[in-house]
């Protein structure tokens, strides 16, 4: 039996991905009216299955009046997006981190979305508000740079940019292209876009392009590209690098491995004890209910000769297909058919009573299975318990009582799910939340099952031994391993060299180790640099269920919510809690850098705002730094200049009068209020004009 390690939770929740398009430059959110598109480009780069996205949109005001657009862009699902910039007038803009949230309403008075903008949205959208301008018939170039992690099952990947632009325009494009890179450490054995004839497509081993151009056409196809690599090459792929610096007191290494299981038919797998709980509330009426019988159908139809399972349906009432969990045989599986059939949709959620119900029959559950519940719902608890923590306690509490752990995989379907009790329940319990659309039910669930069908090594846990010290591993606990999936872990290291991972876990009856030495690097490896983003997405991912633990007000969420905007404005991910705003000129770097002056040229294409920030130079910088801004309006009062750290503390305040049209600057020399010298590290600084304020991030180095 072949060594085997386990499946990371981004891979999960990436089974099924939303639609997702073009970015968007939306003129008035409440008629929908947007900037027309006219071309646009998806590169991404692959290296072992961690995608650097950046998607290229050019736009065009096509209305006879200047506008302050808002961007929009329908982020896949896990993806996190890493920088944000634009171009106007030949110079380029890059718009800054900020600890607030997003704002999530569309330009103009209105809180009311048009339906083409809502619809285009998605689940997971990315805004920007533009602070200038854009004149009538003007060009604006924006660019969106994203990392993710692909999906992956059995040696094939998957990505996904549907490029369908039908909701908001249907007139062609000049240009519309796909590049698509590949680095791999394992052989790559083919590589296809569905649905569409690329241009060029060439494999070599390890690497892999394909690319797609057409002019003069509607952006209405989808970019649907597969690739698979060597079933023969399993084990453990490590990528690493060290920094010259880092913003925090952890280690300057991080690493990212991935490992799988062989996937041949030969391998032993552990047996399962199964539940499957079904929301048949009146809310799943329809499209709902359909699709949740036809998963349920999939999934009975699917389990193993030697499972044990049970289906739990609930509304107001609950019902139980057995009263316990019963052996797979044709005779059961032919009864929970017939049971599945007849699920209706009416009444509550008692989402406390499926649960009373379905966790006291894993009473007889041994630690040598995989115990595992799928639970689905859309909606609020209305019956039984139904304040969140109270129900979360409750569960908690059933579980406990049982000798042998229970892994739950929780799917709230439409927008009335409770995210943060989904979310919970699955971080206390091992699994993993997924949130769908109302028509994404059938497709998320089975594929899914397919998944985690076959356990390989359950109750996984990780050790190093190396030169250094290994640090904030995520993600944390890690989940069960199942047959085909992969292990994705990124973490933290203080010296390069060669180091033993070992994977320890539950197997087929057995207790194993399985031991990997890997090399870590001892300086910086440039084109690995993105494996800093990786990690900052695994810990904000990690905090965010932290975060979830607590009342939103209370000291322990204010702390973790606290320590996100550190992670995610130190390394450049955008979080809950951080936001794109503001913007600098000067490049394609994030945020901060030097600015260059903007033109107050109507004809040129942008209007300048009263108030535009040029950036701090030098950055990074030791020991002082200028912070830059211009004002386009006649005005005679006191700036003020907060410098804060990344804990949100104000260290500095700084003043200077404007009094007249012009730039101006102010000197920052790296000390605080009281005359000490600051630490090294990235401070976030804040422009207040009282009728508006700008925001910059500069880093201290020593």
């Known amino acids: 039996m072949k060594p085997y390690v386990l499946l990371c939770m981004a891979a999960l929740i990436l089974i099924s991905m939303p639609l997702f398009s073009n970015g968007v430059l939306i003129a008035d959110g409440e008629d929908g009216d947007c900037f027309n598109l006219t071309s646009s480009l998806v590169s991404v780069q692959v290296e072992d299955q961690v995608a650097i996205v950046t998607t290229t949109q050019d736009f065009v005001n096509g209305f006879n009046w200047p506008i302050v657009p808002k961007y929009l862009f329908p982020l896949p699902e896990g993806a996190s997006a890493t920088m944000l910039r634009w171009r106007a007038n030949d ?106 004839t690329p241009t060029s497509c060439v494999i070599n081993g390890n690497t892999a392009n394909l690319s797609y151009v057409a002019y003069n056409h509607a952006a209405n196809v989808g970019y649907d590209v597969s690739y698979s690599l060597a079933s023969d090459e399993l084990g453990l792929f490590a990528m690493s690098t060290m920094l010259d610096q880092v913003p925090d007191l952890n280690p300057e290494g991080f690493f990212l491995f991935i490992a799988e299981p062989d996937p041949s ?239 320890h876990g539950q197997t087929y009856q057995n207790q194993v180790t399985y031991d990997y030495t890997v090399p870590f690097a001892d300086s910086l490896v440039i084109a690995r640099q993105f494996l800093t983003k990786i990690w900052a997405k695994l810990k904000i991912e990690h905090l965010l269920v932290l975060y979830y633990n607590f009342p939103e007000d209370s000291a322990e969420a204010q702390s973790y919510r606290q320590q996100i905007v550190d992670v995610s404005m130190a390394y450049g991910v955008i979080s809950p809690f951080t936001s794109f705003q503001g913007g600098s000129g000067g490049g394609g770097g994030g945020g901060g850098g030097g600015g260059t002056d903007i033109e107050d040229d109507v004809d040129a294409g942008l209007i300048p705002a009263p108030y535009v920030l040029k950036g701090n130079f030098p950055n990074p910088f030791n020991p002082e730094t200028t912070i830059s801004f211009s004002v386009a309006k006649d005005v005679d009062k006191q700036v003020r200049i907060k410098i804060y750290n990344l804990r949100g503390q104000v260290i500095r305040v700084l003043g200077l009068r404007v009094d007249a049209k012009g730039d101006y600057e102010i000197v920052w020399n790296g000390k605080d209020q009281q005359g000490g010298i600051a630490p090294s590290g990235v401070y976030f600084y804040v422009i207040d004009f009282g009728d508006a304020q700008l925001t910059g991030k500069m880093t201290l180095t020593k």
């Open 265 to 503: 038919d030969n391998q032993d797998v552990i047996n399962k004890r199964f539940t499957l709980i079904i929301d048949r509330s009146g809310s799943m009426g329809g499209t709902k209910i359909v699709q949740a019988r036809n998963a349920a159908t999939y999934i009975v139809n699917h389990l193993n000769p030697n499972d044990l399972f049970n289906i739990v349906s609930f509304a107001t009432d609950v019902s139980t297909f057995r009263p316990g969990h019963v052996e797979f045989t044709t005779e059961n599986k032919l009864a929970a058919l017939s049971y599945i059939s007849g699920l209706n949709a009416s009444g509550g959620t008692n989402i406390s009573g499926s649960f009373s119900t379905a966790v006291p029959q894993f009473a007889n559950a041994s630690s040598e299975e995989a115990n595992i519940i799928i639970f689905f719902t859309d909606g609020e608890a209305t019956a039984g318990i139904t304040n969140s923590a109270q129900l979360r306690a409750h569960i908690t509490n059933l579980i406990s009582q049982i000798d042998a752990p229970i892994n739950l995989f929780n799917f709230g379907i439409g927008t009335d799910a409770n995210v943060q009790l989904l979310t919970q329940m699955a971080a206390d319990n091992g699994g993993i939340a997924q949130f769908l659309g109302s028509d994404e039910l059938e497709a998320a669930i089975t594929g899914f099952y397919n998944i985690i069908a076959n356990p390989v090594l359950i109750h996984p846990t990780i050790s190093f031994q190396g030169p250094g010290e290994i640090t904030e591993v995520y993600p944390d606990p890690l989940p069960n391993l199942y047959l085909g999936s992969q292990m994705l872990v990124s973490g933290r290291y203080s010296w390069g060299g060669n180091t033993v991972i070992g994977l």
């Open 91 to 196: 110079k380029w803009f890059t718009a800054n981190f900020a600890p607030v949230p997003q704002d999530s309403l569309p330009p103009g008075p209105s809180e009311y979305w048009a339906y083409n903008i809502l619809e285009y949205a998605g689940e997971n959208p990315l805004y920007y508000n533009f602070e200038d301008l854009v004149a009538a018939n003007a060009s604006i170039r924006v660019e969106l740079t994203y990392v993710m992690l692909l999906p992956y099952s059995m040696g094939s990947v998957n990505f996904s940019y549907p490029n369908n632009y039908s909701l908001i325009q249907s007139t062609p494009l000049t240009s519309i292209a796909l590049n698509f890179s590949i680095t791999s450490q394992r052989t790559i054995t083919s590589l296809n876009l569905e649905n569409l």
